[in-house]
Structure formats: structure tokens, C-alpha cells
């Protein structure tokens, strides 16, 4: 599997900056990031319809890694627009892609990336990626 970032970020938030993420240096914290980036992750699987395939099937997904790179500090007030995609799917998991973009700013201000597993919340184990997931994907990102 390849963590080649996508060339298009298909699924897109915009959120304003809130006065309580920023810290005691007077930015905004970075585990702030990590939250935005599982609003755009959440964002994308519902488009992509994985909740209907856990509740029929048993497998959703399950995070396994995550990372982030700052660009730029980020303050209180500002808007942010969180993006994903998904680089090349494994047989079992994939690698999404994030950017947070500043209004304020008009930059770049982080980008990361979380590999994501499918796993069988009925046995316990991970599992093969469900074909209409993968579908989903790949018509999502203009793959199809």
C-alpha cells in the first residue's frame, strides 16, 4: 500500500476557530487538530456510506495511526476548512489525507494523514476493506 497523498480532497468542513482551543500560548492547541481531522474523517465515511455497511455487515472502521505537520500557528478568530481524501487502498486498510487551511491567514496551516483498518466489531479481528466501501472510495475520489 502506497501513502501517496490524493490528488483532490473530496470531502471538505468549514469551522470557525473557537476562543476555548487556543492555549496558554495563545494558539490554537494541537490535539485541536486531531479533532478537526475526525470531523472531516467522520464527514467522509457517512458520504461514503460506511455506517450502512457496518450496521449490515459488522465492519467499520478503526484508526489505526495518525500523524499531523504544522505549518502555521493558528488564533482565535479565524475559519478553518478541514479537507480529506484517500492515497491508494490496501487489502485491509487505507491512508487518508488532511489539510487545514486558514481563512485569516489565506495558507496552508497543517496537513496529516491516519491510516484507517477495517475491522469486524462482531469477531474482534480485522477484515478484508467491504467491496461497496471500496467502491464508494474510489467513485468519491474520481477513481471509478
Do not use: C
Request: aromatic residues 12%; charged residues 25%.
Amino acid at each position: 500500500m502506497s501513502d501517496a497523498a490524493p490528488t483532490s480532497f473530496p470531502v471538505a468542513l468549514e469551522l470557525p476557530v473557537q476562543w476555548g482551543e487556543m492555549d496558554s500560548y495563545r494558539h490554537v492547541n494541537n490535539a485541536v487538530y486531531f479533532r478537526w481531522f475526525e470531523s472531516a474523517r467522520m464527514e467522509y465515511f457517512l458520504r461514503i456510506g460506511w455506517d450502512e455497511v457496518e450496521r449490515r455487515t459488522g465492519v467499520g472502521p478503526i484508526l489505526h495511526s495518525t500523524a499531523a505537520r504544522f505549518r502555521a500557528p493558528l488564533e482565535f478568530p479565524d475559519q478553518v476548512r478541514i479537507s480529506a481524501g484517500v492515497g491508494e487502498m490496501g487489502e485491509d486498510r487505507f491512508t487518508m489525507h488532511y489539510r487545514v487551511e486558514s481563512a485569516r491567514l489565506g495558507r496552508l496551516a497543517a496537513e496529516g494523514s491516519g491510516v484507517v483498518v477495517a475491522f469486524d466489531y462482531r469477531a474482534g479481528t480485522k477484515a478484508a476493506l467491504p467491496a461497496p466501501v471500496r467502491a464508494a472510495i474510489a467513485a468519491l475520489e474520481g477513481r471509478g
